[in-house]
């Protein structure tokens, strides 16, 4: 009777260490890899453009986002009879809204471009994550999800909810500092297709700009560089 107890805890203690084992970062952080078409697949993806819109307070706007691995990202702005602007490149961003009635284009705040370096990798921050200085924490789960916070080497922190199912990448929340005030952004990811091997989420919602729907998305197009001057 003695063994088949002992037999039972050591049985109980291999399960229990399975199910550790399949909580730790680098687990949720493969299985999201996984999900986004496989380490081997995302290693050739160089870039991408996603043509889409959005609708703020009632006005319709065209966006189209360009992204060279990192070298660049252009987001193109159509609304109200203006064509708009913004340019992230390696330490640098450049904003021309004359919407906003901008008349030249202006350099972005050190704090948005630093936030906006994630942007540039095009294959996912958390491909090969330690080589690019990021550190990943898991924080524990939250609902269906897995929570992990995503820190880069630039200081910007960011938590990544990421299916518990599916490995996919649900919501994200980051706190920014806007003038001087501290802003929480929270976007959602929804809408997952696949694209030459690929997945993207062809929604994405933000507590900032709302919801921003994309009908298209190209992978691996010649981008000229010139289009990040």
Do not use: C
Request: cysteine-free.
């Amino acid at each position: 009777m003695k063994n088949l107890l002992i037999f039972g805890m050591f049985i109980l203690s291999l399960v229990f260490v399975q199910f550790a084992q399949a909580q730790t970062a680098d687990d949720v952080v493969n299985g999201y890899i996984k999900a986004l078409g496989g380490k081997e697949k995302l290693t050739t993806l160089n870039s991408v453009r996603m043509t889409g819109s959005m609708s703020i307070q009632g006005t319709d706007i065209s966006i189209t986002v360009t992204r060279l691995h990192m070298k660049g990202m252009r987001m193109d702005i159509s609304v109200m009879g203006t064509d708009n602007y913004q340019i992230i490149t390696p330490g640098k961003g450049v904003s021309f809204m004359p919407v906003q009635g901008m008349g030249s284009p202006t350099d972005m705040p050190e704090e948005q471009v630093k936030a906006a370096q994630s942007q540039l990798d095009v294959q996912s921050v958390l491909l090969d994550y330690q080589a690019k200085g990021t550190t990943v924490e898991l924080l524990g789960k939250e609902g269906n999800d897995f929570k992990l916070k995503v820190t880069f080497k630039t200081g910007i922190s960011t938590t990544y909810y990421i299916g518990q199912s599916d490995y996919r990448l649900n919501k994200t929340v980051s706190k920014r500092n806007i003038n001087g005030e501290e802003v929480e952004f929270e976007t959602t990811y929804t809408n997952y297709k696949q694209v030459d091997g690929f997945w993207f989420a062809f929604t994405a919602t933000s507590s900032i700009q709302g919801e921003t729907n994309y009908d298209k998305v190209e992978v691996n197009i010649p981008v000229d560089e010139k289009i990040f001057q």
